[in-house]
């Protein structure tokens, strides 16, 4: 059976994420698992969802497992890390994901990598995705591990694209990547919407604005139509981490479209200048 595993820093970005690429491999017959770098104890959590949960760590794990069940997830294991939050401060406990150290994450993420022995691996990108400390610095964990293990040397290519050169056959490497055409729409819709795009979310610690003007270079398009049943389930599995207040239908329908197809951006095997882009994550 050929193997999927995700890597990201929360539960939630899972299903926030590549949800629908998940859910279709898992239901093409593929072992999708999720290593989770958190159990996202610094999320914000309406006091009332505690209601039966000791913790907010706890609560979120719950929620995790339950959207773990919706896109069909093979498994679900963790670092065994704690969120930082958007901040990440000098001298930070380094039991905190984006404060531990870098060869000690790596290591772990190793331990993953040679027990389940993927074909092929999904991580946040270069810029976390949204600025995320947390994201970032498993991208930067993932790329560590891929030289430990793999003998891999790894450069920026002035198209923005990272490629990865591995002394051992090794998974498969794709980062995921927010299509900014649909980010430089909401961009300028968001402001009619009566929302700041500088101050987007649940904590409005997010911009739009900014995120918008990353160059990440997309190599790989899935086609998830079928499967975005499936992802909006399981993204409604993490109630407490759902945005305050309803979401006008404008708003709804400008995401809905955006999550057709999901992207990624290939860093092993790498890319070439004039390859065809990929609509599938095992060569397919």
């Not at 690429?21 to 093409?28: D, F, G, I, T, V």
């Not at 092929?120 to 560590?144: C, E, M, N, S």
């Not at 993204?235 to 999901?262: D, K, V």
Request: glycine letters at 8%.
């Amino acid at each position: 059976m050929r193997k999927l595993l995700a890597i990201f820093a929360h539960p939630d970005d899972e299903s926030f994420g590549p949800g629908g690429s998940l859910a279709k491999y898992a239901a093409n017959g593929v072992a999708v698992h999720y290593l989770c770098g958190t159990r996202g104890e610094a999320g914000t959590v309406d006091a009332r969802q505690l209601n039966g949960y000791t913790s907010v760590a706890e609560l979120r794990t719950a929620e995790l497992m339950r959207a773990a069940e919706a896109l069909g997830l093979a498994s679900v294991r963790f670092l065994g890390y704690h969120d930082s939050g958007m901040a990440c401060p000098e001298g930070a406990d380094p039991a905190i994901l984006c404060a531990a150290p870098l060869d000690e994450v790596a290591q772990r993420i190793i331990g993953f990598l040679d027990q389940l022995h993927p074909d092929a691996v999904i991580t946040h990108d270069r810029f976390g995705g949204y600025g995320h400390p947390d994201h970032i610095k498993l991208h930067q964990a993932v790329l560590r591990a891929y030289e430990l293990r793999y003998g891999a040397r790894w450069s920026l290519g002035a198209d923005g694209l990272i490629r990865l050169a591995c002394d051992m056959p090794a998974p498969r490497l794709y980062f995921t990547v927010i299509p900014r055409g649909w980010l430089k729409v909401a961009v300028r819709l968001l402001p009619l919407l009566g929302q700041d795009p500088r101050r987007f979310g649940r904590n409005h610690d997010i911009d739009l604005v900014r995120i918008a003007s990353w160059e990440m270079p997309i190599t790989t398009w899935v086609d998830v139509r079928r499967y975005i049943e499936h992802k909006q389930r399981a993204s409604a599995c993490h109630a407490s981490q759902q945005p305050l207040g309803r979401q006008s239908w404008l708003a709804r329908l400008i995401f809905r479209r955006a999550q057709t197809t999901e992207c990624f951006s290939r860093a092993w095997p790498p890319f070439q200048p004039r390859e065809r882009r990929e609509t599938g994550l095992l060569g397919d």
